[in-house]
């Protein structure tokens, strides 16, 4: 066996996503013999809201950041789920599990009275929607180990701010920040493959063992898309903050709405070809009272590649899919994989397939997850026809999972949104009884009823969180 | 089809076969189908054996029989079963060597790298003790020493989980038992022929008395003949005997060991290996061979002359191919246990197989009439996991390093699956596991093996390059002295299985909760 010391990963890029990238890996490779260099190309951060899901608590906790010092410090706004107002139906899908606490067929239960009782919502024995529909929230406490996943929430983050924050969190863990722009040296190895040969900076070259291409297409143009995000910011009323963001129907597609600081964001994803900038201008500023509209391109999703010695995720643009699944969960599977297979010599195809296996099988759930999401206008038939949809359709049973990129409960809360009900029922309740199902929920119920009852209003929330920095 | 129950319809279930996998999917449908809106018939020949052997398991057969409101004490008197902690692999490697595949972890993390990292650089430095040595259930096997694991997850004693050994006769009848106090009917008869409508779903079987069975739904527990979906509906079998060449083996029931060892013991030899499985009332043996490599009469001798305890009766011949049906769900008939697949006893995933099967089964089942939907989603996943599991068997004769016959020749330069390729290559270039989440044996497993038969990886992956070799040396020799004062303070297996005997009469529970995991905690 031949030993090789310290690994020299070189991280490229700029914006919220390559610091968050260079925090996570130089935390989560904390115990490896890891040099981490970050190159960043020194750009104006827009004042745009990153949305984040409910990984943030696992993100914070492995780059050694509280938690509320994020929310403190960015004035982050707290997401509990996504509220949709669509045509002809609206529904809340939130992130965090149904019940409290874990019972595998809590929600086949709720289903199965749901049959007989057409008034029950699955949403009723969720106490993240209900706090979401109140208005309230609160943090669980440390000691309340049963109420961490009834309650998870996502973050509306300000770019400018936590990108910051993640900077001098990734500073303190290690990473050594060059600053310029910087240029790609490539070479072509033995095996005619074309390899990066390292950074270079100011007439110098950094040469490392791996190398993240945090916001660039690996030596290919970016094709050019027809897509584009509109975006404006507005200020409202503390009272009307609420923890949730909204999706909502309109004439020309779907606006959705975020809520950091005082601040409340429209974001409205088009393709030019079908609808002009002035028609999506003009749906912003309706909705939003803003002239100060911001248009940016969007790409389709790129997800990560392993070629050679560069790992490179395409995440400088925006497009809609994030809006269901944020980077932060393709940075982490990104950091997870790298610091479990600790890379012995990074160079290899073996390490690269695995990489790209994964990354690919991830690709499938949120796709599927986002197919889904788009249906949710569309008539029953064809949702349907959807793997996930119509599995759960006909037995109540979601695909087995390989990564949980998106919980059991966000499927279950969009398929019953959409008016999907299980044709057949659990046979693992065969022996539980219409009444005895209605006498746990009443007591669930009443439990998440008293919960909830004690949560200060978010406003209130906010404002304590805000003034107690 | 249906018939009528109180004025309504219910939907008839028809199994095949009686042997395990009929008794087991009997039990699991009595439990969970309602009998006012299903019938459940199983058609059993007495005439027709049962492959019969001993039975070694591993740690989720307790998820099956909690599943079924089974008191595990009772079970463990009623099939004569043993506590199992992991299975033994003699000569396997080199000749002589021997290695244990736990239920178990081998160390823990240090310094938030993974333990194996740890070890082969103190191997590196001639520093470390062998793998097994920091595995507590290893050494509660070797030790002859067993004890429930503990639920504190911070604890070492969690760092374990438990199997049985035992007989699957007696299981077979005492889930019987329980299948007919459900209300499934039993039917003595042998079929003659099996009739289908004209869209290919099966209709009815039809009994050498005359009698014919209707059914809107069968299950094919008809074990290797596969009479329905292999015979009837012509489901193609994917062949993997070039993989995995036994295609043979002897069984004989010896009787019980002296001292009954909480393990398996699964040794080679020139063309194969052989098993013994201690039980509480008898041992039961066997010899795997491939037929191409060793002739029956050969193996017959061999058998005989390995066996430590004198038998005087000849053993049982089986024969069998190893692979599965592309299908298991086909029509309206699902086949379970060995009429889906075969995959040879090594790992000791056949009743495994089976279980996961009814469990998907029971998740899916049609209640209104079979469609593509929960028969597409069954067949993908339980593909999947065969596919797991004969990847895994594969990896121990791929590793061997024996020279001393043609077989175990022909298994080291054999081409292999791609997907045991890449992850033998991984851990080779990077000693890392791709771990999944679908299917059996992760990480600890691959590694026991892995390392147990001498497959190291080719870099030192530097992991550890910021621990000093002497603070490696002192965590893993910590480690390892805090398994011995484990392993020393713990009750003998045999007090173990007297307990257990004892609370049986008393039916008092008092069995740690079942986990979901083969190795005691979620990996």
């Given at each position: 066996?031949?030993?090789?010391?310290?690994?020299?990963?070189?991280?490229?890029?700029?914006?919220?996503?390559?610091?968050?990238?260079?925090?996570?890996?130089?935390?989560?490779?904390?115990?490896?013999?890891?040099?981490?260099?970050?190159?960043?190309?020194?750009?104006?951060?827009?004042?745009?809201?990153?949305?984040?899901?409910?990984?943030?608590?696992?993100?914070?906790?492995?780059?050694?950041?509280?938690?509320?010092?994020?929310?403190?410090?960015?004035?982050?706004?707290?997401?509990?789920?996504?509220?949709?107002?669509?045509?002809?139906?609206?529904?809340?899908?939130?992130?965090?599990?149904?019940?409290?606490?874990?019972?595998?067929?809590?929600?086949?239960?709720?289903?199965?009275?749901?049959?007989?009782?057409?008034?029950?919502?699955?949403?009723?024995?969720?106490?993240?929607?209900?706090?979401?529909?109140?208005?309230?929230?609160?943090?669980?406490?440390?000691?309340?180990?049963?109420?961490?996943?009834?309650?998870?929430?996502?973050?509306?983050?300000?770019?400018?701010?936590?990108?910051?924050?993640?900077?001098?969190?990734?500073?303190?863990?290690?990473?050594?920040?060059?600053?310029?722009?910087?240029?790609?040296?490539?070479?072509?190895?033995?095996?005619?493959?074309?390899?990066?040969?390292?950074?270079?900076?100011?007439?110098?070259?950094?040469?490392?063992?791996?190398?993240?291409?945090?916001?660039?297409?690996?030596?290919?143009?970016?094709?050019?898309?027809?897509?584009?995000?509109?975006?404006?910011?507005?200020?409202?009323?503390?009272?009307?903050?609420?923890?949730?963001?909204?999706?909502?129907?309109?004439?020309?597609?779907?606006?959705?709405?975020?809520?950091?600081?005082?601040?409340?964001?429209?974001?409205?994803?088009?393709?030019?070809?079908?609808?002009?900038?002035?028609?999506?201008?003009?749906?912003?500023?309706?909705?939003?009272?803003?002239?100060?509209?911001?248009?940016?391109?969007?790409?389709?999703?790129?997800?990560?590649?392993?070629?050679?010695?560069?790992?490179?995720?395409?995440?400088?643009?925006?497009?809609?899919?994030?809006?269901?699944?944020?980077?932060?969960?393709?940075?982490?599977?990104?950091?997870?994989?790298?610091?479990?297979?600790?890379?012995?010599?990074?160079?290899?195809?073996?390490?690269?397939?695995?990489?790209?296996?994964?990354?690919?099988?991830?690709?499938?759930?949120?796709?599927?997850?986002?197919?889904?999401?788009?249906?949710?206008?569309?008539?029953?038939?064809?949702?349907?026809?959807?793997?996930?949809?119509?599995?759960?359709?006909?037995?109540?049973?979601?695909?087995?999972?390989?990564?949980?990129?998106?919980?059991?409960?966000?499927?279950?809360?969009?398929?019953?949104?959409?008016?999907?009900?299980?044709?057949?029922?659990?046979?693992?309740?065969?022996?539980?009884?219409?009444?005895?199902?209605?006498?746990?929920?009443?007591?669930?119920?009443?439990?998440?009823?008293?919960?909830?009852?004690?949560?200060?209003?978010?406003?209130?929330?906010?404002?304590?969180?805000?003034?107690?920095? | 089809?249906?018939?009528?129950?109180?004025?309504?319809?219910?939907?008839?279930?028809?199994?095949?076969?009686?042997?395990s996998a009929?008794?087991m999917?009997?039990?699991?449908?009595?439990?969970?189908?309602?009998?006012?809106?299903?019938?459940?018939?199983?058609?059993?020949?007495?005439?027709?054996?049962?492959?019969?052997v001993g039975e070694a398991t591993i740690p989720h057969i307790r998820q099956f029989n909690q599943m079924l409101?089974i008191?595990e004490?009772?079970f463990m008197?009623?099939t004569?079963a043993t506590y199992k902690l992991g299975i033994q692999f003699?000569?396997?490697?080199?000749?002589?060597?021997?290695y244990i595949h736990p239920f178990g972890f081998s160390?823990?993390?240090?310094?938030?790298?993974?333990?194996?990292?740890?070890?082969?650089?103190?191997?590196?430095?001639?520093?470390?003790?062998?793998?097994?040595?920091?595995s507590?259930a290893c050494?509660m096997a070797?030790?002859?020493?067993f004890?429930y694991q503990?639920?504190?997850?911070?604890?070492?004693?969690?760092h374990y989980s438990y199997a049985f050994h035992l007989d699957a006769?007696?299981y077979?009848?005492?889930?019987?038992?329980?299948?007919?106090?459900?209300?499934?009917?039993?039917?003595?008869?042998?079929?003659?022929?099996?009739?289908?409508?004209?869209?290919?779903?099966?209709?009815?079987?039809?009994?050498?008395?005359?009698?014919?069975?209707?059914?809107?739904?069968?299950?094919?527990?008809?074990?290797?003949?596969?009479?329905?979906?292999?015979?009837?509906?012509?489901?193609?079998?994917?062949?993997?005997?070039?993989?995995?060449?036994?295609?043979?083996?002897?069984?004989?029931?010896?009787?019980?060991?002296?001292?009954?060892v909480p393990y398996t013991q699964a040794?080679?030899?020139?063309?194969?290996?052989?098993w013994r499985i201690p039980l509480?009332?008898?041992?039961g043996?066997g010899?795997?061979?491939?037929?191409?490599?060793?002739?029956?009469?050969?193996?017959?001798?061999?058998?005989?002359?390995?066996?430590?305890?004198?038998?005087?009766?000849?053993?049982?011949?089986?024969?069998?191919?190893?692979?599965?049906?592309?299908?298991?769900?086909?029509?309206?008939?699902?086949?379970?246990g060995?009429?889906?697949g075969f995959l040879e006893p090594l790992e000791s995933t056949s009743l495994y197989l089976t279980q996961i099967a009814i469990q998907r089964?029971?998740?899916?089942?049609?209640?209104?009439?079979?469609?593509?939907?929960?028969?597409?989603?069954?067949?993908?996943?339980l593909?999947n996991e065969y596919l797991k599991v004969r990847d895994f068997l594969?990896l121990h004769?791929?590793?061997?390093?024996?020279?001393?016959?043609?077989?175990?020749?022909?298994?080291?330069?054999?081409?292999?699956?791609?997907?045991?390729?890449?992850?033998?290559?991984?851990?080779?270039?990077?000693?890392?596991?791709?771990?999944y989440r679908q299917g059996l044996f992760m990480q600890p497993s691959w590694l026991a093996v892995?390392?147990g038969?001498?497959?190291?990886?080719?870099?030192?992956?530097?992991?550890?390059?910021?621990?000093?070799?002497?603070?490696?040396?002192?965590?893993?020799?910590?480690?390892?002295?805090?398994?011995?004062?484990?392993?020393?303070?713990?009750?003998?297996?045999?007090?173990?299985?007297?307990?257990?005997?004892?609370?049986?009469?008393?039916?008092?529970?008092?069995y740690p909760a079942v986990g979901q995991s083969l190795y005691g905690r979620l990996c």
């Amino acid at each position: 066996m031949t030993t090789k010391q310290d690994l020299h990963i070189a991280l490229i890029g700029s914006g919220f996503d390559f610091y968050a990238q260079c925090a996570l890996l130089a935390a989560e490779l904390q115990p490896f013999s890891v040099r981490i260099s970050a190159f960043e190309s020194v750009r104006e951060q827009p004042d745009k809201v990153e949305i984040v899901g409910p990984e943030i608590a696992p993100f914070c906790q492995q780059i050694e950041l509280a938690l509320k010092t994020l929310m403190q410090q960015t004035k982050a706004g707290v997401s509990l789920g996504m509220q949709y107002q669509l045509t002809e139906k609206s529904f809340f899908v939130p992130y965090a599990d149904y019940g409290l606490g874990p019972n595998e067929e809590f929600v086949q239960g709720v289903v199965k009275l749901a049959k007989q009782h057409q008034d029950l919502s699955i949403n009723q024995f969720n106490l993240a929607a209900r706090a979401a529909s109140n208005a309230r929230f609160a943090v669980p406490p440390a000691n309340r180990t049963e109420l961490k996943n009834s309650l998870k929430f996502g973050l509306n983050l300000p770019t400018k701010s936590a990108t910051t924050l993640l900077k001098q969190q990734a500073e303190k863990l290690g990473v050594n920040f060059f600053q310029g722009e910087a240029a790609l040296s490539y070479c072509t190895s033995n095996d005619s493959q074309k390899q990066l040969d390292g950074v270079l900076l100011d007439g110098q070259l950094h040469s490392a063992d791996l190398y993240l291409l945090c916001n660039q297409v690996n030596g290919k143009k970016e094709s050019k898309s027809t897509w584009c995000v509109a975006s404006a910011c507005t200020t409202i009323e503390t009272s009307a903050m609420r923890p949730y963001r909204q999706c909502i129907a309109t004439e020309l597609g779907w606006l959705y709405q975020s809520l950091y600081g005082d601040q409340l964001c429209y974001q409205f994803y088009f393709d030019k070809s079908s609808v002009s900038e002035i028609d999506a201008a003009q749906l912003i500023k309706q909705h939003s009272g803003s002239d100060n509209i911001r248009f940016d391109s969007c790409s389709q999703t790129q997800f990560p590649h392993w070629q050679n010695n560069v790992i490179s995720f395409n995440v400088r643009q925006q497009n809609e899919q994030q809006q269901c699944v944020s980077n932060l969960v393709w940075l982490m599977q990104i950091s997870d994989f790298l610091s479990s297979h600790f890379p012995a010599s990074p160079n290899t195809l073996s390490l690269a397939a695995c990489f790209n296996q994964h990354m690919q099988n991830i690709a499938r759930e949120i796709e599927q997850y986002y197919a889904l999401h788009k249906l949710a206008e569309v008539n029953s038939s064809k949702i349907r026809s959807h793997a996930v949809a119509g599995l759960y359709a006909r037995c109540g049973r979601l695909p087995q999972s390989d990564y949980d990129v998106v919980s059991s409960s966000r499927w279950h809360a969009l398929l019953a949104g959409l008016g999907i009900q299980p044709e057949l029922d659990s046979l693992y309740l065969q022996h539980v009884s219409l009444e005895q199902l209605i006498q746990k929920l009443q007591h669930l119920d009443k439990i998440m009823q008293g919960i909830v009852a004690g949560m200060p209003d978010y406003a209130a929330f906010y404002q304590q969180l805000t003034h107690s920095q | 089809m249906s018939e009528k129950m109180g004025g309504m319809q219910r939907f008839k279930v028809v199994i095949v076969g009686g042997g395990s996998a009929g008794w087991m999917t009997a039990a699991a449908m009595g439990r969970f189908l309602d009998p006012q809106r299903f019938s459940i018939q199983l058609v059993e020949s007495a005439q027709i054996g049962t492959v019969g052997v001993g039975e070694a398991t591993i740690p989720h057969i307790r998820q099956f029989n909690q599943m079924l409101g089974i008191d595990e004490n009772q079970f463990m008197q009623a099939t004569g079963a043993t506590y199992k902690l992991g299975i033994q692999f003699n000569g396997w490697g080199s000749e002589n060597s021997s290695y244990i595949h736990p239920f178990g972890f081998s160390g823990e993390d240090i310094a938030g790298v993974g333990f194996h990292h740890a070890w082969l650089k103190a191997k590196k430095a001639g520093q470390a003790r062998d793998f097994q040595q920091y595995s507590i259930a290893c050494q509660m096997a070797l030790a002859g020493k067993f004890q429930y694991q503990s639920e504190d997850e911070t604890s070492l004693l969690s760092h374990y989980s438990y199997a049985f050994h035992l007989d699957a006769t007696q299981y077979g009848l005492f889930l019987k038992q329980l299948a007919q106090q459900a209300g499934v009917e039993r039917i003595e008869d042998k079929i003659t022929s099996v009739h289908q409508h004209s869209s290919g779903d099966i209709k009815s079987l039809v009994l050498q008395d005359g009698q014919e069975i209707n059914g809107d739904f069968f299950i094919d527990c008809s074990g290797f003949r596969s009479l329905l979906v292999g015979e009837s509906l012509q489901q193609p079998f994917d062949n993997w005997q070039h993989w995995l060449p036994c295609d043979s083996a002897l069984a004989l029931a010896t009787k019980k060991m002296d001292t009954i060892v909480p393990y398996t013991q699964a040794s080679a030899h020139t063309a194969g290996w052989r098993w013994r499985i201690p039980l509480q009332h008898r041992t039961g043996n066997g010899w795997v061979y491939a037929s191409d490599f060793m002739s029956d009469s050969s193996a017959q001798q061999q058998f005989s002359e390995h066996l430590e305890i004198h038998a005087d009766k000849a053993p049982k011949k089986i024969s069998f191919v190893t692979g599965k049906r592309t299908n298991s769900w086909v029509k309206n008939c699902v086949a379970i246990g060995l009429s889906a697949g075969f995959l040879e006893p090594l790992e000791s995933t056949s009743l495994y197989l089976t279980q996961i099967a009814i469990q998907r089964l029971i998740e899916l089942f049609p209640q209104n009439g079979v469609t593509d939907v929960e028969r597409d989603y069954f067949n993908r996943t339980l593909n999947n996991e065969y596919l797991k599991v004969r990847d895994f068997l594969i990896l121990h004769y791929k590793l061997n390093q024996r020279q001393d016959s043609d077989f175990w020749r022909y298994c080291a330069d054999m081409s292999i699956p791609d997907s045991l390729q890449q992850q033998m290559d991984l851990f080779k270039q990077h000693a890392c596991v791709d771990n999944y989440r679908q299917g059996l044996f992760m990480q600890p497993s691959w590694l026991a093996v892995y390392l147990g038969q001498g497959f190291y990886p080719l870099t030192d992956n530097s992991a550890l390059g910021k621990l000093s070799s002497d603070s490696i040396n002192q965590q893993l020799e910590r480690y390892y002295q805090s398994v011995q004062n484990a392993v020393a303070k713990m009750p003998a297996h045999q007090h173990a299985l007297d307990a257990t005997a004892q609370r049986s009469e008393q039916s008092t529970a008092h069995y740690p909760a079942v986990g979901q995991s083969l190795y005691g905690r979620l990996c």
